[in-house]
């Protein structure tokens, strides 16, 4: 089978959601090719479906809060179109391996100093979640439980050690990128794959195709 | 040896250094000499001011009196990156070292701070990761790596600079009896002037250092061979450093 790396399929999953974002308002037979194919893109990337399923049915609640106030076929067609871009993403995001978040991210498309602040914020988003981790075994051991405001004091306590830890942390890490040299410039290499920037252009042009032809401009 | 020959050697020098922190006098006149070939420990109980001379003596804190001179060039703020190409300095946890997506380019981060074209630096960071044996995890995540994984890491960000000096901050914590005889067996074959660690693990140090310094309420109260010092298990004690636990 077909096997992409990280950043192409970070690539795609960017290029499919921005496709999606633009079709025509209330074309609803684009919309369905587009499910089609995020659906396609889900099984390609063998998402694991009840987390996947999990995570949608959550952001379902929090997209229809904001999309039913428009009401009636607009309400609808935009909340199938956002779900149609959290199904691409989270099939992406859950299709990462641990830890390769910010491996993933080096292949965003952005300027350079952009990408350092993400790549250090996926990095940075990597150790607060051990950290988190961390804790949460640390108390479940000791038999965490109580009354909701004690839960709450303890959920207090822990993101209050939470950001002094990270604060420490950062400190000592940006002693060590110093002590290396660090004067404020980055220095990322990012490996260009030629023959998978050709797939990308190659997908990219078929994709934004399929969604200009939702205008209709091409009829005329 | 002649006297220049002598002074030719000392590729460290800390002299009467003062450090205060919060009122509280840490570093109390702290004065030694390291020389070229040394292996040396820096032993003293948790909380004497070890981490505190080491990171004076890497310029990440300035001592508020005294001098410390380093290759023939003073510690100051408008050499200090200079002095720092010069210094290899692995804290106390690894991971605060390893901070890039992968370990490779953590390797490399060094080299192309200093301008090293990447694929010197590439080839010279795949060289050492093959060295110490994490070639295999070259595109992994540092967080996938075991505790001794990650401190050989760490030492070849290091090592990739070619540092005529090391300065290891507790090397071994959390490592298993295996990877603290690996880390030494490493350590004995570098082509380092200068290697100073401070540590708590007695017998790691007595198979690894040649010299000892003791450092207590802010200042050096012993300098001696590690052998002789290991042979006076009272003097030890009295340090907060009891052998055998």
Known sequence: ?220 | MDKLDQKKSVIITVDNIKFDYEKQSILQGISFNLKAGERVALLGRTGAGKSTLLNNLIGLKFPQKGEIIIDGLKLEKKNIADIRKNIGFAFQNPEDQLFMPTILEDVMFGLLNYKIPASIAKEKARFLLDKFGLIAYENRSSHELSGGQKRLAALASILALEPNILILDEPTNGLDPAWRKKLAEILLNLPIKVILIASHDLNWVKKTTQRALILDQGQIQLDQSIISLFQQESVLESYGLPLDW
């Open chain 1, 1 to 220: 089978m077909l096997k992409l790396s990280l950043f192409l399929r970070l690539r795609l999953s960017l290029i499919l959601v921005i496709s999606t974002a633009l079709i025509k308002t209330n074309n609803w037979s684009f919309l369905f090719i587009y499910i089609l194919i995020a659906l396609c893109w889900c099984i390609f990337l063998k998402t694991p479906i009840k987390i996947l399923l999990k995570l949608l049915g959550a952001e379902l609640i929090l997209l229809s809060l904001m999309a039913l106030p428009l009401g009636g076929e607009k309400a609808g067609f935009l909340m199938v179109r956002s779900l149609i871009c959290l199904l691409i993403m989270n099939s992406f995001l859950l299709s990462v391996p641990k830890y390769h978040l910010s491996i993933a991210l080096k292949g965003l498309p952005l300027p350079k100093k952009m990408q350092e602040i993400v790549i250090l914020t996926g990095e940075y988003l990597e150790i607060l979640l051990l950290e988190i981790q961390h804790m949460e075994i640390s108390a479940k051991l000791r038999s965490l439980n109580g009354n909701s405001n004690w839960l709450r004091y303890i959920s207090a306590a822990m993101i209050g050690s939470l950001y002094l830890r990270s604060l420490d942390r950062a400190q000592r890490v940006y002693d060590a990128m110093v002590i290396r040299g660090y004067n404020g410039t980055f220095p990322l290499e990012i490996d260009n794959n030629k023959s998978e920037n050709f797939m990308l252009i190659i997908l990219s042009i078929m994709v934004m195709s399929l969604t200009f032809s939702s205008y209709k401009i091409w009829i005329n």
